[in-house]
């Protein structure tokens, strides 16, 4: 039997196009204690970061590593990176309130792009927190986080990345994800002695910068 021309091509050339590769940043969840996971969950490398918003190696960290780290190794599935909060102070609780409230999927962008903006939210609450301070003092936590997450321009961050105002409003009011990044805070100041740090396949390294790290990663088989 012949197969005409046309059948025949259409088949020759469905076999020839290159398969669409998975992006894996795209693959984020949010663990039982409140981290954030990005990437493929069968990975060969595991890295675990623990991060603080007020803290300037953790932004050089993130700035430097994210070409190599998220925009070949994790986007290709050969490293998924978990992310947990070493909270250093409330200006840090309020950032990490905010990021979370991003959610999975956009907690990468925006823990970011409050990284890139260190300086300048810093320097806003921190001349709004003098000038209230009594206030401050006044409020409940959750009340303080909002204040702090609002007067430092944290929220405007998140609302640039494209929450909704109603849902960072409902989730910075929520104490349970207070909570919950307090217990994480404990628990990794109970392993790590300063931020930022980071684990390679549960090898645990204090104090690391991008230069430390890649070569750790790179050892651990991340392409």
Known sequence: MRIPFALAAAVVLAAAAPQAVKDWRTTAAATPSG???VGNPAA????????SFTCPHCGHLVAESKPVLH???????????????AVRDPFDLAAW?????????RF??????????????TTKGDTYAQANLDTLKGMGQQAQIRAIADNSGLSAIATRAGVAPAALNQCLANPAQTKQLVAMTEAAFAKIKSTPSAEVN???????SWAM???????????
């Open 71 to 85: 925009d070949a190794m994790v986007r290709d599935g050969t490293v998924r990176v978990e992310t947990r909060a």
């Open 97 to 105: 309130s905010v990021a979370k409230c991003s959610g999975p999927a």
């Open 202 to 208: 549960g090898a645990l390294s204090d104090g690391v």
């Open 44 to 51: 060969k490398v595991k890295l675990v970061e623990y991060l």
């Open 213 to 223: 790290l890649e070569p750790k990663l790179r050892a651990a088989g991340a392409k």
């Open 35 to 37: 981290s954030i996971v």
């Open 108 to 121: 990468g962008a925006v823990s970011r792009a409050i990284f890139a903006a260190q300086e300048d939210w």
